[in-house]
């Protein structure tokens, strides 16, 4: 089972096998924790390698190198945009976690980082996206050490309040 540990800061700042990106269906780069990783790894040489993908779908996730992240790779994984919870959002962002996971089981990663997906710019609300990340990270069945890395106070409370009603 794959071990689940809260904190708060900056995914581009803390030392991984893997940080996860929450990406776009094109990989093209956008706001947020994909905008920072950007900026942090190297905007041309993360750019092209992204180009190179062809895109990805929403719940899907593909693999680059980490470049100037202190990482191995970075795991690409398109959140799905909140349309209300009525179009599968539910089992789309359990989609991102596990196929992140399997990703990084598959490239031997260790240390997993996980910024909160679609709860930004995508508006899933977090109380609704906090369970579903934290119940599909812990029923991963790899021996892994995963950190959901939250950059705010207000998400950071969200996760936290979600392990205690689940524990
Ligand atoms: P999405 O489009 O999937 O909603 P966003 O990047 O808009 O993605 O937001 C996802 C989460 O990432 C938000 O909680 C946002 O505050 C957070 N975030 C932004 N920058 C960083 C960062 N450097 N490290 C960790 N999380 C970040």
């Known amino acids: 089972m794959a071990h689940l540990q809260i904190i708060q800061g ?4 803390i030392p991984a096998d893997a940080v996860v990106n929450a990406a776009n269906t094109q990989l093209s780069g956008g706001g947020g924790v994909d905008e920072a990783i950007h900026q942090v790894a190297g905007m041309e040489a993360l750019n092209q390698a992204c180009a190179q993908l ?15 992240l202190p990482a191995k790779i970075i795991i690409h994984t ?4 909140w349309q209300g919870g009525q179009h599968h959002e539910a089992q789309l962002l359990a989609a991102c976690y596990n196929n992140s996971l399997r990703q990084a089981s598959a490239h031997h990663c260790h240390k997993v980082l996980f910024p909160s997906i679609s709860t930004g710019v995508y ?3 977090l109380a609704l996206a906090a369970p579903i990340a934290i119940k599909t990270i812990q029923a991963f069945p790899a021996t892994m050490e995963v950190q959901m890395v ?3 106070q207000i998400t950071y409370q969200a996760y936290l309040s ?5 524990s």
């Open 54 to 68: 062809h895109g990805c779908a929403t719940g899907q996730a593909k693999v680059t190198p980490a470049f100037n």
């Open 123 to 125: 508006g899933y609300p």
């Open 10 to 13: 900056d995914i581009t700042k």
């Open 150 to 152: 939250c950059f705010d």
């Open 78 to 81: 398109p959140g799905p945009i």
């Open 162 to 166: 979600a392990l205690r009603d689940l």
